[in-house]
Structure formats: C-alpha cells, structure tokens
C-alpha cells in the first residue's frame, strides 16, 4: 500500500512536471506577446525592448522555463505581469471560494442524482423512470453557461429566492453549486439507478424481504448503502470535471475563484497567472485520482493496490 | 497713464516675460443642490489590475487612480478643459521650453504628510526610470534627460528642479504644446517616496496619493472601498463617504441588480443585447445619459501591401463602405464618422464631409487603378461581439464592388500582434481595440497611430502610413505653445488630418457615443456622468439624492 502511494506521488509529479511544460510550450509558441499588452499602446519601442529585458522574455524558450521551474521549486510563482501582485497570492485569495463552490457542487449532485436515481431503480421501466432518465440525459448534456443564465433568470431575478450573483451568504452558494452540479446528478442518478437495480436483484434484499421487513426500510438500510459505495469513489474524479466548469459557472455568478482569475488573465496574456492556475488545478486533478483509487479497495476490499 | 494704458502695459509685459498663469475662472462650480453623504456601488466584470498611477492604464482604473491621486494639473469636470491641480499657478517661458509650476501649499497626503516640489520630482523621476516599467513613460519625451533615464544612465530627469518646497521647474529638450496636457496624465500623479518604498512592487495594491478619495479596504477578486479624504485640498469635495467597487459582476448581472437598487453605475455599460429594451422603457431610459467620446473606429488599409499601396484603391475602399448600416447594426449607439478625429476633439474638421458612400464610383476607381475584377483580401478583426458582425457587414460592402475579403476573426492579442508585424494584415477593423484619446488633444490622434514613429514593429499604426511631410508639419503645430495661438494651431492640426483623408490609409466609420446608467438616486450634472476624461464618472463631483 505505502509503496503504492509513492509511486503514485511520483508519477503525480511527472505529470505535473509535464503539464507545466506543454502549458509553457504553449503559451511561449502563442502568437501574442505579452510585453505588448504590459506596455500599451502609447509605449516607444525601448519602453516595449526595457520591459521584454526586466521580465527575461527576450531569453530562449529554455531559459525561461528553467527559470520559472527554479522559481517554482522554491515556491515561487513569479509576479503577474499587469498587476504585478504575486501570483500565489492571487490564488490564494481566490482558492477558498473555489473550493466552497466545488463542496457545494458535490452536495448537489449526489443530493439531486442519488435521491433521483433510487427513485427510478424503484420505479424501473415506468413512466418516471423513463421522464429521469431522459431528464440526466439533458442535464448531462446541457452547457452550463445556458443552465446558470436560466437558473439565475428564474431563481434570482424572477422568484427573487437567492441574491443575483455575489458571494459571501449560503443563498450565494446555491444557483452556482447547483449549475455545477446538475451535470454531475445527471451521471450519478444514472449510475446509482444502475447499481440500485443489482442491488435490489441480490438474494440478500430478497431474504431482507421475505423476513417481513417494510420496503422503505429495506431500500433506506440494506440496499442503499451497497449501492452507493461504488459511487463514492467516483467523487475525485469529479474535481477534474468541475475544475473545467469553474471558468464559465465563476464568470456568470460572479464568484470570486480561480476560474474567474484565470479567464481574465487569458484575455490579457498575463502567463503567470495563466501558469499558476493551470498547475493548481492540474494537482487538484491529479489529487482527485489519486484520492479516488486510494479510497476503493476500503469501499470494495476486492480491488487491491498494487 | 491712463488705466487704459496701465493694463495694456501690464498685459504686454506679462505676455513678454510668460505665456499664461491661469486664471482662477476656468474651474467647476460645483452643483448647489449636492449633499454630502452616502455610498456608491459601481460594478465591473473584470478585477482591477493596479491602482499605480504609473502602471495602470485601462479605463478601469484610469477614473479610479484619478480620485485618489492629483496631479499638477487637471479638468474642469466633464468637459476637456485643462485647470490647475496641485499647481495653483505656472509659468511658461516665452520659448515654451521652461515651464515654472507654483504648487499649492498645505496639501497632504493619505498618510498626512505634506506635498513639496521634492515629491513632483521624485514622482516624475519614478515614472521615467525603465525599472517601473510604466506604460506612460514615452508621454514624457519632451522634458530634458529623458533619453538619459531611459538608456538607463541617468538616475533622475535633468529637465526637472526644485528650486523651494513649493516651486518646480521643469524644462523641456523641445516646445511641446501637448505638455500641459501630460502632466494631467495619471502618469504624472504625485506619490509620496516613503509609500513606493515601503510597498515595492505592491505600491498599486496599497496606492497613498493627494486625492479625494483614499482606497481603505480591496478584498482580491470581490471589492473595493474607496472613502472620503477629509483633508482633500478642494474645499467641499467629495460629495460621496465612499464608493464601493464590485468585480466579478457581468454586464448583464450588473443591469438586472440596478434595477432591483443593488447597483449605481453598471462600469462596463449596458450589454448590447439589452440596450434597445433599455432605450425602449421610458423609465430606464431616463436614468441613461449619452455623451460623445473621443473615439474612431476605423479600418486600417496597410499601405505597404499590394493592392493598399495604390491611393487609388484606398480611395475606392472607402466609398465602398456603408457607414450607416453599420451604426444601425450596433443599435445606433455611435455616429458615422468622416475623418480620424472624433467631433468633440479640438482640431476637428465640421465642414469635411468625408468620402460619400457611392459603390458605382468605388467600382469604378477600382477598374481604373487596374482592378477590374477586384481582388482578394484578408480583414482582421477582434473575435468579441459586435466585432465579428461588424466585419461581416464590411466583408458584404467589399463583395459589393467585387473585392473579396477573407475574415479573421481572433483574439484580441493576436489582432494587436498581427496589425505591429510588417505586411501581414492588408485590412483590420479597430473594433475592441480603437483609440480613445489619452488626453484631449488632437495631436493624440496622431504620433502613434498615423505618424511615421507608430509605422514600426510593434506599433500601432497598423496601416504602416508614413508620411514625413505630414510628420513636420504635426511637430511645426506641436511646437506652437503660446495659448493665444490655439486657433493656428489647431488649423494645422485640422489640416494635417485632410491630407491623410485625401492618402487614405483609414476608413473612418464611426465614433462611438458613450451611454452611462446610473440609478435614480444618482444626482449632479449629466457632464459628469460622461466626463472624457474620468468614465464612467467622476466620482469627485456626483452625489445621491435620498
């Protein structure tokens, strides 16, 4: 086991390792310089050639990517370009309302799809079960964009139940942990809808059954913590799933994260930032598999690590 | 002597010795029904990069750092005429290359010290040195030593003494009639040395300065508090306790909260999808006030790419293009425009007409210069909406008069990126990117975005127009400093923008108007709320109501 997870930590590594070259590579090949956004457009050309020195972006590709990892190895970040405010800063003012929205969007989904799923696997075949499935399939596919504009526009705008944006209460947290995670409870009532149904079709239930015990007390406590566990384990995986919605559920709430920090740093070029959220959320992934291999063999003790 | 002769003996001297001192009539007077009192909330989809005079320079922070930083000079609010600031006079030498600036006394910083000419000095030097890399540096090109701080071999401008705690002299390498105007630049902000200091790098995050208002609480990513200097140096002034600053907020969110009275002013303006059911509702169009602004959108022809090199084809190109239609696709929220100065600009040319859309004679030019069947092209625009409907329109006009233009629609860098490369873009449509006026004043249109010293890689004269005739004849206007020749100059100013009309390295098409809304509650004149210089508003003279 402890010789598993080491392994795993240094593959964790080199995967990182890697993201944060091709993520360099890319933005060193992208063709907009960022010296430019940095100088305006008033500047002379030696104000451009003065700030393309002091930020070693005259350099070659290699020096400046052994630079940046030296920096990073001392847990240096760099400073962003325009704001010039340290980057681990910057994402350390904004990692805790990402981390909120993902807790909540968790909480959603296994809220919404759990209790949604168990209700179609009781209902299987009928005409409810067919209506959920259909409507996981359209929360599966819809763009979060759209989900988190008609969320906003009938929840804060025409009912007036939570505040239009913003951040700081719990009602704050609801319309975007909820956009968030409609996409995962359409997978997990899927799921869960899947593994109830094999649970439900095991002897066991059927013994619990025929000893006289109530339906609901058969579903509550015999068949629903079985089927749940294969389920839990695909939580990590989720984090990677959320982190690519982030960007677009932060902009339309206004919800103060690292997706937002890092929309904005595209637009202006601004690569630092750009570099630092992309590693922070590489290792949030990277973490999250990890995290979700590590927790099944305690959740099936069939599956051993090696 | 009669007193008749006593003034214009005195006046002649005055004229002899200086130009100007200013007269204390060119002020504001402030609003009579304004009451103290009261916050603000303004809101903005993006966060606010820096609050360092000497850094930022997007028009987010530009009207922010204005409230909490002074300069040596300033505007009358909401109009583009110069007043004195943290000077309360100057001199100018009859040369017009020595400038004597009088400063105010007793005016005190945030932390409480007092301003001298050491910290103009220090202010100026700091913003000129390359390790502060300020985007503003090359706006003080005029002032002596200024090569020296930029080559890095000097340490402070030679241009600038102190010659007593209230008086700096500051000399000029050339006459520049522009200079007054620079040093109203938040570039030329004073900030106290002990605060740059004391914060380094983070000076923008934590910014003391002389103004109306100081910045006392900025929460990363959520909001900003300004509050009242009570101590401000303008008797009465601010009106407002505190402005507080949301980002993170769309434009759309921003409108549906001011209309629940969550919100004053939306910073980043009306969506463009709401904007006619806005206009449209009476009561919400009531609390909309339209303004000018010194902005052209333009299409750049690069004369250094075949078929742009011929004058010819330029001149076809822009009888070709519907100006008209073009303003009604983006809800009539701008005018079509003639030539490369906006109408509210000194210098402007109101009995220039500009090319008349005419497709027939475009056509026609076009098979006299050589291209009977048209050609091909490629027009680079920015990828945002309204921008790529724009080109699409432009493209309908070529296609009209049989000049097929590819578009390429990208991200706003990459347009900036491709317009500064030499013959890679023959056409781009300025939208997103446009010049807005740094400063009042016609030569601003000029020096980068038309003039031989923009045509370089890099810059942002993306026709790559370089005339020198035109070049000496802007310098000849530039060096005009004397105030009672301001009519002369801006005839050479007006005149230099006719001949590039007539080589027509741009398509004029609009000026954009500017459309502020504000609450209800949200009182002062209309000119504030669509100041040139400060946007959205000026946050010094508004106040509210209730």
Not at chain 1, 288 to 306: H, S
């Amino acid at each position: 086991m402890l010789a598993y997870v080491f392994r795993r930590l240094v593959q964790s590594a080199l995967i990182l390792l890697g993201v944060s070259f091709i993520t360099f590579l890319l933005l060193y090949v992208l063709p907009a310089d960022p010296v430019r956004q940095i100088a305006g457009r008033s500047a002379t050309p030696e104000t451009v050639e003065n700030i393309r020195r002091q930020l070693g972006l005259d350099q070659p590709f290699i020096v400046q990517y052994g630079r940046y990892l030296a920096g990073l190895f001392h847990g240096d970040m760099g400073r962003s370009y325009l704001q010039k405010t340290e980057v681990a800063a910057l994402i350390m003012a904004r990692l805790p309302a990402t981390l909120l929205l993902m807790l909540g969007a968790i909480v959603a989904e296994l809220a919404i799809g759990l209790s949604l799923g168990v209700l179609a696997a009781v209902r299987r075949g009928g005409a409810l079960d067919q209506s959920l499935m259909i409507a996981s399939f359209v929360a599966v596919s819809a763009p979060q964009f759209v989900v988190g504009l008609l969320l906003l526009y009938v929840f804060a705008v025409k009912l007036g139940w939570f505040p239009i944006g913003g951040y700081g209460h719990l009602s704050n947290l609801v319309l975007p942990a909820m956009t968030l995670g409609i996409m995962g409870s359409g997978w997990y009532s899927r799921m869960m809808r899947s593994s109830m149904i094999d649970v439900l079709r095991s002897d066991y239930i059927r013994t619990a059954r025929a000893k006289g015990l109530g339906r609901a007390r058969v579903l509550a406590l015999h068949a629903m913590p079985n089927a749940i566990l294969p389920i839990i384990a695909m939580i990590g995986i989720d984090i990677g799933i959320f982190m690519s919605g982030i960007v677009v559920v932060e902009s339309v709430f206004g919800w103060p994260g690292i997706g937002q920090l890092a929309w904005q740093a595209i637009q202006r070029v601004d690569i630092p930032i750009i570099m630092g959220v992309t590693l922070v959320s590489a290792c949030a992934i990277v973490l999250g598999n990890l995290l979700a291999d590590l927790v099944t063999p305690f959740i099936d003790p069939r599956i051993k690590l090696r | 002597m009669s007193l008749m002769n006593t003034l214009l003996a005195t006046s002649a001297l005055a004229v002899s010795l200086s130009f100007a001192s200013l007269a204390a009539a060119q002020d504001y007077t402030p609003d009579p029904n304004a009451k103290p009192g009261g916050n603000i909330v303004i809101t903005y989809k993006d966060d606010v990069a820096t609050l360092d005079p000497a850094i930022g320079y997007d028009w987010q922070n530009w009207s922010m750092i204005k409230s909490i930083f002074d300069g040596l000079m300033d505007y009358v609010p909401g109009t583009t005429e110069l007043r004195p600031g943290l000077a309360e006079s100057y001199e100018i030498s009859p040369d017009g290359k020595t400038y004597t600036f009088h400063l105010r006394k007793g005016v005190k910083f945030h932390n409480g010290r007092e301003m001298t000419a050491e910290d103009v000095k220090y202010s100026l030097d700091r913003v000129t040195t390359p390790a502060t890399q300020s985007p503003g540096a090359g706006f003080f090109g005029s002032i002596a030593g200024y090569d020296a701080m930029a080559d890095g071999s000097a340490t402070s401008l030679s241009g600038v003494t102190v010659l007593d705690p209230a008086t700096v002299k500051i000399e000029l390498s050339r006459p520049d009639a522009t200079f007054l105007h620079v040093m109203a630049l938040n570039f030329s902000s004073v900030v106290p040395k002990e605060e740059v200091e004391k914060w380094g790098a983070d000076f923008g995050k934590h910014p003391v300065g002389t103004g109306a208002f100081k910045l006392s609480d900025w929460t990363i990513g959520q909001k900003l508090l300004l509050t009242k200097n009570a101590d401000y140096w303008r008797a009465g002034l601010p009106y407002l306790d505190s402005v507080t600053f949301e980002v993170g907020q769309e434009p759309i969110v921003a409108l549906l909260r001011l209309q629940k009275g969550e919100v004053d002013i939306p910073g980043d303006g009306i969506p463009p999808a709401k904007f006619t059911e806005v206009m449209n509702n009476p009561d919400e169009k009531k609390q909309v006030v339209v303004g000018g602004q010194l902005q052209t959108g333009y299409i750049t022809l690069n004369v250094e790419m075949k078929p742009f090199d011929n004058v010819e084809v330029r001149r076809a190109i822009n009888m070709a293009i519907n100006k008209d239609r073009i303003v009604q696709m983006i809800n009539g929220r701008a005018t079509p425009a003639t030539q490369p100065l906006p109408p509210s600009m000194p210098g402007y040319t109101k009995e220039y007409a500009g090319y008349a859309f005419d497709p027939a004679k475009a056509k026609a030019m076009l098979a006299e210069a050589g291209y009977p069947d048209g050609f091909q092209t490629q027009l680079y625009v920015m990828n945002t909406d309204p921008n790529p409907r724009i080109a699409q329109a432009i493209q309908q006009d070529l296609a009209a008069i049989g000049v097929k233009a590819e578009i390429k629609a990208l991200a706003q860098a990459n347009v900036i990126e491709a317009g500064g490369t030499p013959k890679t873009a023959p056409m781009i449509w300025s939208g997103g990117m446009a010049w807005i006026a740094d400063f009042p004043d016609p030569s601003n249109f000029y020096g980068p975005i038309l003039g031989c010293a923009g045509a370089v890689e890099g810059g942002w004269n993306w026709s790559w127009y370089c005339n020198k005739d035109l070049d000496a004849e802007a310098a000849k206007a530039d060096s005009i400093v004397d105030p009672a020749k301001q009519g002369e100059r801006l005839a050479l100013w007006s005149d230099v923008y006719m001949k590039i009309m007539q080589d027509a390295p741009w398509v004029p098409v609009f000026n954009e108007n500017r459309y502020t809304m504000k609450s209800a509650r949200m009182g002062g004149s209309d000119d504030l709320y669509v100041d040139p210089v400060s946007i959205p508003v000026n946050y010094d003279y508004v106040y509210v109501t209730e």
